[in-house]
């Protein structure tokens, strides 16, 4: 390719606007993500706040770096919407010669694994938790072709670039109409099961159970876990960093054990109205307070899986319910004063055959997407590799 390398700091300078903070003033932040992603916006400060001395304001193509995580990546080229943004002493920064180095060129090499690796080569033995000092950093080297072929390249990355993010657009959007859907069809059917089967209360045929209030002094890292609000996530109960309680006291709170396929759904908080099922691999789970189990009263009338869908459906009043009020909170008695159609069982079972069949569609397509995210994800750095090895 014949392009030659060059030291960043033959290429770019150290640039410092330094402002002594003052009380009163308010100063927008600006942090530096890792890997790559670029910098950002942080929570306005004002002066007052700052144990700084002095502040340095940042302006649109300055490299900006995080002293202690450029290590990981943390390094950026300052976009426009962010000029006038404020680091203090750990985010050096440093004004590329244009002349010679295009800032979106340098943009773009911010997010590649050889990058990465110097800075971290620059890091290691120094003091202060490894930060990297600005001379050091100045001596990473970069390719650097010619400024017009800089910007012809650029240009290239950014048009692909763009593709790859309308793909990912175009997949989010897919997923959500999927998921759209099954929420519509289920709204539907028991909208149209109401016309030709008179409502009745949920509570006539479904006991919504409460949890126990654990105490988190009895928590254990391991033994029984307590299923918590956050361990319902996307419809599915999961016991991911759950607290635990001994399991000697089992026989203490077996009406609180969970069984597979039960539903659960929070009942207080931001989330009220979340659903989860129990998975079957559930052995000995505990029901923790604030989240409420949906128990059948009669299966003699009443099929497990219309009672899932039913949730589905419920949710949605759920939401309308807890949200009544300043603070998100639904009680088991509400949920079971509302109003559902209870079709007889034969009839459940078509529903829950037709729900499911539309269900079993969205998760194909779900996994579809699953595999094509991962392709996608994979294409940017192939396109920067080659970008920045002259064959773009």
């Keep these: 390719m014949g392009w030659k390398t060059a030291k960043l700091g033959e290429v770019a300078k150290p640039v410092e606007r330094a402002e002594a903070p003052i009380p009163g003033t308010t100063y927008r932040q600006i942090g530096v993500k890792l890997w790559g992603v670029g910098a950002y916006e942080r929570e306005p400060m004002d002066g007052a706040q700052t144990k700084y001395k002095q502040l340095f304001r940042a302006e649109a193509g300055d490299i900006i770096v995080n002293k202690i995580w450029a290590r990981n990546g943390s390094v950026a080229v300052v976009q426009n919407p962010l000029a006038g943004c404020y680091g203090s002493g750990e985010f050096p920064m440093f004004a590329p010669i244009r002349e010679l180095l295009e800032p979106r060129w ?11 690796e110097q800075c971290d080569e620059k ?4 003091s202060g938790k490894n930060r990297i000092r600005p001379e050091l950093f100045l001596e990473i080297e970069i390719p650097l072709p010619p400024l017009p072929e800089q910007r012809r390249i650029v240009g290239r990355i950014e048009e692909l670039a763009g593709r790859i993010q309308e793909a990912r657009n175009l997949r989010q959007q897919a997923g959500e109409e999927a998921e759209g859907l099954v929420s519509r069809a289920t709204e539907s059917v028991f909208t149209e099961t109401a016309k030709s089967h008179s409502s009745e209360p949920l509570g006539n045929h479904v006991k919504i159970q409460g949890g126990y209030a654990f105490k988190s ?12 609000i956050s361990n319902l996530e996307n419809e ?8 635990c309680m001994h399991e000697s006291r089992l026989p203490e709170f077996s009406r609180f054990v969970l069984n597979p396929g039960d539903i659960l759904v929070a009942m207080t908080g931001a989330t009220t109205g979340k659903l989860g099922i129990v998975p079957t691999s559930c052995r000995n789970w505990l029901l923790n307070q604030r989240v409420g189990r949906f128990l059948p009263k009669s299966l003699e009338s009443l099929d497990p899986k219309y009672v899932y869908w039913l949730a589905r459906g419920v949710q949605k009043h759920i939401f ?6 300043a603070q998100p909170n639904i009680s088991p008695n509400d949920i079971e004063a509302m109003q559902f159609p209870f079709p007889p069982k034969p009839k459940q079972r078509r529903i829950v055959a037709e729900l499911d069949a539309l269900q079993a569609e969205v998760d194909a397509l779900k996994r579809l997407q699953a595999e094509t995210a991962t392709e996608l994800e994979a294409l940017l750095p192939t396109i920067l590799d080659r970008a920045f090895s002259g064959m773009l």
Excluded at 221 to 226: A, K
Excluded at 236 to 243: C, F, L, T, W
Excluded at 320 to 325: L, P, Q, R
Aim: charged content about 15%; hydrophobic content about 30%; proline content about 7%.
């Design 217 to 228: 002094d009895d928590y254990l890292e391991n033994g029984l876990p307590i299923v918590r």
């Design 106 to 116: 340098f943009h773009w090499i911010t997010k590649t694994p050889h990058f990465w």
């Design 123 to 126: 890091s290691q033995g120094t």
């Design 236 to 243: 599915i109960v999961h016991i991911d960093g759950s607290p």
């Design 320 to 325: 309308e319910t807890a949200y009544g009020g």
